[in-house]
Nanobody, 121 residues
């Protein structure tokens, strides 16, 4: 089970930190990712972290977002700084997917309910 939290309404330039609590699984062995879906668009990978804590980011968020994990707390994080209106979306975490090349591919059955992030002045 995954529970995302931390979304909200912020102004451009502000920050948010998303959390994803994952229960019922051996957290430390999994690769994980954060995805986002804006209205009328597909769900896209934003950031990924391997079981060894190696990270990758979409070009659109590189330098602004940081993905991290706390294996002791079974929690995945996404620190989002310098937010822009185009970051507005529902954000989802996913775990247990595969690495195809260097890219995290989501596990089809490991999605949470999502958390809304709205960036607007």
């Amino acid at each position: 089970q995954l529970v995302e939290s931390g979304g909200g309404l912020v102004q451009p330039g502000e920050s948010l930190r998303l959390s994803c609590l994952i229960s019922g699984s051996i957290f430390s062995i999994y690769h994980m990712g954060w995805f986002r879906q804006a209205p009328g668009k597909q769900r896209d990978l934003v950031a990924q972290i391997t079981s060894g804590s190696k990270t990758e980011y979409a070009d659109s968020v590189k330098g602004r977002f940081t993905i991290s994990r706390d294996n002791a707390k079974n929690t995945l994080y996404l620190q989002m700084n310098s937010l822009k209106p185009e970051d507005t979306a529902v954000y989802y975490c996913n775990f247990g997917g595969s690495l195809i090349g260097r890219t995290y591919t989501a596990h089809p059955n490991h999605w949470g309910q999502g958390t809304q992030v709205t960036v607007s002045s």
